[in-house]
């Protein structure tokens, strides 16, 4: 059964760090592309970072340019993201999501077909 799993969100203060990961059950990562998403309440979900499953090339979503970092270790079967200096506008759900390798997808939410169930995210003080 393909299965993603979100784990390490919570509350944390304006300025802090968490490391949210996502570890893929039924399936091996290495030939899919996965991306970090989130859904903020009354918007549409986004793309926040993706990395690609060959050469390593990464995408983020402008806000969060030099302060996340998305990675992978397909021995862990589990990709990253390491949020650093979080502010009140990235509070959301945040999810992992997979592609096929094939699929060049964008990192775009309709570009993915398997995700996870989803992990909160709250910065607040």
């Known amino acids: 059964q393909l299965q993603l799993v979100e784990s390490g969100g919570g509350l944390v203060q304006p300025g802090g760090s968490l490391r949210l990961s996502c570890v893929a059950s039924g399936f091996t990562l290495d030939y899919y592309v996965i991306g970090w998403f989130r859904q903020a309440p009354g918007k549409e979900r986004e793309g926040v970072s993706c990395?690609?499953?060959?050469?390593?090339?990464?995408y983020y979503v402008d806000p969060v340019k030099g302060r996340f970092t998305i990675s992978r270790d397909n021995a862990k079967n589990t990709v990253y993201l390491q949020m650093n200096s979080l502010k009140p506008e990235d509070t959301a759900v945040y999810y992992c999501a997979v592609v096929p390798a094939g699929v060049r997808a964008m990192c775009v939410p309709k570009d993915f077909g398997s995700w996870g169930q989803g992990t909160q995210v709250t910065v607040s003080s």
């Open positions: 990395i690609s499953s060959r050469d390593g090339r990464t």
